[in-house]
Nanobody
Framework: QVQLVESGGGLVQAVGSLRLSCAAS????????MGWFRQAPGKEREFVAV????????STADFVKGRFTISRDNAKNTLYLQMNSLKPEDTAVYYC??????????????????????WGQGTQVTVSS
């Protein structure tokens, strides 16, 4: 049973920073892709960043490039999202997700929620102006 547990959300002022963590358990994730999505009230869930666990190849949404960085710690089976220069429009619930069956597939495919098999419960990030 795959389990993803996010942490690290909270209230921060604009231009501040937060680091989100996603602890993964239940299997070896070496052949998985893991991603971060976010969902603001009244909006659809949107892609933030994705990383291929085995080789670290990553892709980031244009609106967070230069501000957010996705990374993983193989030894701890943990996914991270370092968020800097936060803006009020970054306010949302942030979810981590994992995808099976990724062999041979480009990381660029995994930019939509439908590509993922497992989801965490989400962590709230609120950025005040």
């Amino acid at each position: 049973q795959v389990q993803l547990v996010e942490s690290g959300g909270g209230l921060v002022q604009a231009v501040g920073s937060l680091r989100l963590s996603c602890a993964a358990s239940g299997r070896h994730f070496s052949n998985h892709v893991m991603g971060w999505f976010r969902q603001a009230p009244g909006k659809e869930r949107e892609f933030v960043a994705v990383i291929k666990w085995i080789n670290g190849i990553r892709s980031t949404a244009d609106f967070v490039k230069g501000r957010f960085t996705i990374s993983r710690d193989n030894a701890k089976n943990t996914l991270y999202l370092q968020m800097n220069s936060l803006k009020p429009e970054d306010t949302a619930v942030y979810y981590c997700a994992a995808a099976d069956s990724t062999l041979g597939k480009s990381v660029l495919i995994f930019r939509t929620p439908e590509q993922y098999d497992y989801w965490g419960q989400g962590t709230q990030v609120t950025v005040s102006s």
